[in-house]
């Protein structure tokens, strides 16, 4: 499996900013993902970001408040613009092969704690 | 619209002893089953999967059984160790989806020594 870091790990944020979050892989994987879990609810999908591609957004998320880059292989940032306190999740960055058969296991990152006051 | 349902919120469980962790989903598309753990402050990590075309599949103390027609999938540990104490979610996916996942709600699972 990959080794995924996400920079930062967690920040305290003032409602109306954007926070930049990086996601690094140690090896080149084709499609990389966003996750939020909002406090006491499950992983929700966010986006999908294959390299050289738009990234495609799932119901409920748009590119002007989660914009994502996805520069090359190994690297993804997603942005969490104009921030409300509802913004406060832990975001989660993982890796797949994309294949488009669906046997394929996802690997997630450490994640970003993000409280927006 | 839940379409990945983990019913129980949270499990208590003496070491030593079977922990089942329970799953439904609605969507029949679904084809493919995981299970992951997360620890506070971590990311989840991948525990096991479960194609539909099996019923079950072992990985050491993991067992994931899948019942296709009741839209039901488990997870068994045995023994049950206080270092498996997390949250405990399983996910689906679909052909041509890309691998992406849907997620239950999950389950805290505690393993008291």
């Known amino acids: 499996s990959a080794v995924i870091s996400q920079k930062p790990s967690r920040d305290i944020c003032q409602r109306g900013t954007s926070l930049t979050i990086q996601c690094q892989v140690d090896?080149?994987?084709?499609?990389m993902f966003w996750y939020r879990q909002q406090p006491g609810q499950s992983l929700t999908l966010i986006a999908t970001?294959?390299?050289?591609?738009?990234?495609?957004?799932e119901s409920g998320f748009v590119i002007d408040k989660f914009p994502i880059s996805r520069p090359n292989l190994t690297f993804s940032t997603l942005t969490v613009s104009n921030m409300s306190p509802e913004d406060s999740s832990i975001y989660l960055c993982?890796?797949?092969?994309?294949?488009?058969?669906?046997?394929?296991?996802?690997?997630f990152g450490p994640g970003t704690r993000l409280t927006v006051l | 619209d839940q379409q990945v349902k983990q019913n129980s919120p949270s499990l208590s469980v003496q070491e030593g002893r079977i922990s089942i962790l329970n799953c439904d989903y609605t969507n029949s598309m679904f084809d493919y089953f995981l299970w992951y753990k997360k620890y506070p402050a971590e990311g989840p990590t991948f525990l096991i999967s479960i194609s539909s075309i099996k019923d079950k599949n072992e990985d050491g103390r993991f067992t994931v059984f899948l019942n296709k027609s009741a839209k039901h999938l488990s997870l068994h540990i045995v023994p049950s160790q206080p270092g498996d104490s997390a949250v405990y979610f399983c996910?689906?996916?679909?052909?041509?989806?890309?691998?992406?996942?849907?997620f239950g709600q999950g389950t805290i699972l505690t393993v008291h020594p």
């Open positions: 970001a294959n390299q050289g591609s738009e990234a495609t957004y």
């Open positions: 996910a689906a996916s679909s052909i041509g989806s890309y691998g992406k996942l849907t």
């Open positions: 090896s080149q994987v084709t499609m």
């Open positions: 993982s890796v797949g092969r994309g294949a488009v058969e669906s046997t394929d296991t996802q690997y």
